[in-house]
T-cell receptor, first 115, second 114 residues
């Protein structure tokens, strides 16, 4: 068990470009979550998946954001037409069926900087 | 008003001190209470998980939940420089489509100096 991994760890992009992040959860964890964290704040929920189904999306997730988990394993988060306000740490977490979903293990995050 | 309020600190204590970290919340639907530790530029690490009111102890850490007051605490005994980090409280609902969605406090920055 290698824990939750995220790729890339850092991404610098220009405003208006599209970016995609990947998250690999702990193997056999059926739930996967995306959060966003800005400097000096706690993580804010964006969306979560149970297996391949996206069950909830936050109002923070504008139509420029899309997340997928096509085979119920890894997930991708895409941001289209990035804006400077999108600069943040994007965190992925996973949890198992047996833990009931509330015991979440976080990855190291992807730090996005939009210039 | 935010659903979860946490004093951001920063908090600076000498090594060996007892540290008290606190959060208050407004939504009585929260039934699960967690504390995470986050080192600089790292992901949060789960420290403590509690479901009911009362105390839960794990080594030098004690989590306390008072549902009637909507108040949760984390105590760290014999604090060490390695405890220097940001501590985040996180709360979750008991069911429905929001089950498992964590609502975090702002985080408290703790520094333990030798």
């Amino acid at each position: 068990d290698t824990g939750v991994s995220q790729d890339p760890r850092h991404k610098i992009t220009k405003r208006g470009q599209n970016v995609t992040f990947r998250c690999d959860p702990i193997s056999e964890h059926n739930r996967l979550y995306w959060y966003r964290q800005t400097l000096g704040q706690g993580p804010e929920f964006l969306t979560y998946f149970q297996n391949e189904a996206q069950l909830e999306k936050s109002r923070l997730l504008s139509d420029r954001f899309s997340a997928e988990r096509p085979k119920g394993s890894f997930s991708t988060l895409e941001i289209q037409r990035t804006e400077q306000g999108d600069s943040a740490m994007y965190l992925c977490a996973s949890s198992s069926r047996t833990s009931g979903g509330t015991t979440q293990y976080f990855g190291p995050g992807t730090r996005l900087t939009v210039l | 008003q935010k659903e979860v309020e946490q004093d951001p600190g920063p908090l600076s204590v000498p090594e060996g001190a007892i540290v008290s970290l606190n959060c208050t919340y407004s939504n009585s639907a929260f039934q699960y209470f967690m504390w995470y530790r986050q080192y600089s530029r790292k992901g949060p690490e789960l420290l403590m998980y509690t479901y009911s009111s009362g105390n839960k102890e794990d080594g030098r850490f004690t989590a306390q939940v008072d549902k009637s007051s909507k108040y949760i605490s984390l105590f760290i005994r014999d604090s060490q420089p390695s405890d220097s980090a940001t501590y985040l409280c996180a709360l979750a609902n008991a069911g429905g489509t929001s089950y498992g969605k964590l609502t975090f406090g702002q985080g408290t920055i703790l520094t333990v100096h030798p």
